[in-house]
């Protein structure tokens, strides 16, 4: 059975830094691509940052590049998203999301509640 299980969420004042980690079980990690979504009240979900399979490669959203950084450890079965100088617009709950790289199978988290606010 797959398991993403995010943690890190929490309360925290604008300008100041959180960081996510996404524990992945049941599938064999390195074969997938990892990417962070979050999904604010009253809006769609959108993509934060990706992350390759050996993390060669990364992307993030215009509004998070050069705050937001995406990382990964594949011994640990982890993905995380450090965030740092946060904005109230940062407010959303925040996913893991995983789909093979070849079968495009997928999986999602439950999510993680991040709140920005003072």
């Known amino acids: 059975q797959v398991q993403l299980v995010e943690s890190g969420g929490g309360l925290v004042q604008p300008g100041g830094s959180l960081r996510l980690s996404c524990l992945a079980s049941g599938l064999t990690f390195s074969l997938f691509e990892m990417s962070w979504y979050r999904q604010a009240p009253g809006k769609e979900r959108e993509l934060v940052a990706g992350i390759t399979r050996f993390g060669g490669t990364t992307n993030y959203a215009d509004s998070v590049k050069g705050r937001f950084t995406i990382s990964r450890d594949n011994a640990k079965n982890t993905v995380y998203l450090q965030m740092n100088i946060l904005k109230p617009e940062d407010t959303a709950v925040y996913y893991c999301?995983?789909?093979?790289?070849?079968?495009?199978?997928?999986?999602w988290g439950q999510g993680t509640q991040v709140t920005v606010s003072s």
């Open positions: 999301y995983a789909k093979h790289y070849v079968s495009s199978r997928d999986y």
